[in-house]
């Protein structure tokens, strides 16, 4: 039985990947930080040549010392080293759609941290995998994902206001699981996993509500404006439009 040893397994997409690997039919260990601490390297070396892992998923928040030891000890047993970043190595001033060709910029201190892991972990281990997520979204509030972004908006002032200026890079949770699962024995690289082809961030507050029954008032804005979409001919993800229109 393949073995997957996993990062935060307490996380938002973590969670719905594993259950990909387990009815693939791999055994998943979960990295439990307080019995192996991120920053204990040695500890994290031993662990991993330990565990011998077929797969490494690290989508955990951590420094890009722990990233890097992470794809230096997977390459050392030989598995598959799959690092998860974030369209947020991409500043606001770069014009979508963003491929992975295109050299990020970062516009905040999230994304440089990513950027930065994405470096560690691409000089570490050349052939590992790193995917560059975009905004989550399910069906239900939950976690650190989109549904759950709006539904706080609305709790805190009662309407949630959406600019239809704004296009996201944005995919359902469980599209995005399915195209990591897809892209693992791909070549080593960057890839891009998003599934908005062009709706807004008032389209998709409106869809989401009417699509899942969310009690949601919802009023129209100008700001931000802002086009952040990845696009990457490589990958297979299920479209948001497809999904909201069911």
Same mark, same amino acid.
């Given at each position: 039985?393949? *073995?997957?040893?996993?990062?935060? =397994?307490?996380?938002?997409?973590?969670?719905? $990947?594993?259950?990909?690997? *387990?009815?693939?039919?791999?055994?998943? +260990?979960?990295?439990?930080?307080?019995?192996?601490?991120?920053?204990?390297?040695?500890?994290?070396?031993?662990?991993? #040549?330990?565990?011998? !892992?077929?797969?490494?998923?690290?989508?955990?928040?951590?420094?890009?010392?722990?990233?890097?030891?992470?794809?230096?000890?997977?390459?050392?047993?030989?598995?598959?080293? =799959?690092?998860?970043?974030?369209?947020?190595? $991409?500043?606001?001033?770069?014009?979508?759609?963003?491929?992975?060709?295109? #050299?990020?910029?970062?516009?905040?201190?999230?994304?440089?941290?990513?950027?930065?892991? #994405?470096?560690?972990?691409? #000089?570490?281990?050349?052939?590992?995998?790193?995917?560059?997520?975009?905004?989550?979204?399910?069906?239900?509030?939950?976690?650190?994902?989109?549904?759950?972004?709006?539904? *706080?908006?609305?709790?805190?002032?009662? +309407?949630?206001?959406?600019?239809?200026?704004?296009? !996201?890079?944005?995919? $359902?949770?469980?599209?995005?699981?399915?195209? =990591?699962?897809?892209?693992?024995?791909? !070549?080593?690289?960057?890839?891009?996993?998003?599934?908005?082809?062009? =709706?807004?961030?008032?389209?998709?507050?409106?869809?989401?509500?009417?699509?899942?029954?969310?009690?949601?008032?919802?009023?129209?804005?100008?700001?931000?404006?802002?086009?952040?979409?990845?696009?990457?001919? *490589? +990958?297979?993800?299920?479209?948001?439009?497809?999904?909201?229109?069911?």
């Amino acid at each position: 039985m393949p *073995r997957a040893l996993l990062t935060g =397994l307490n996380g938002t997409v973590a969670p719905i $990947f594993a259950r990909r690997l *387990r009815r693939a039919g791999y055994e998943i +260990v979960q990295w439990n930080r307080a019995e192996v601490s991120p920053d204990d390297g040695p500890a994290c070396e031993s662990f991993i #040549e330990a565990t011998q !892992p077929d797969l490494i998923g690290h989508f955990a928040m951590g420094s890009e010392t722990w990233a890097e030891g992470i794809a230096k000890a997977g390459h050392a047993v030989g598995a598959q080293v =799959l690092y998860v970043s974030s369209v947020s190595v $991409f500043g606001p001033q770069q014009p979508a759609p963003l491929t992975p060709d295109i #050299e990020p910029e970062p516009g905040d201190d999230y994304g440089r941290y990513k950027l930065l892991c #994405e470096q560690c972990v691409r #000089e570490a281990n050349p052939d590992a995998l790193i995917t560059r997520l975009s905004w989550q979204i399910d069906e239900q509030p939950g976690g650190n994902t989109m549904t759950s972004y709006f539904q *706080r908006m609305h709790d805190e002032h009662g +309407v949630i206001s959406a600019s239809t200026n704004w296009t !996201p890079a944005c995919a $359902f949770l469980e599209d995005t699981a399915d195209a =990591l699962m897809h892209l693992l024995g791909e !070549p080593a690289g960057v890839y891009h996993l998003d599934a908005n082809a062009g =709706l807004s961030a008032h389209d998709l507050v409106t869809r989401i509500a009417t699509r899942y029954g969310h009690p949601w008032t919802i009023e129209p804005a100008d700001q931000p404006v802002f086009d952040n979409r990845m696009n990457d001919q *490589r +990958v297979a993800i299920a479209s948001v439009e497809t999904r909201l229109a069911g």
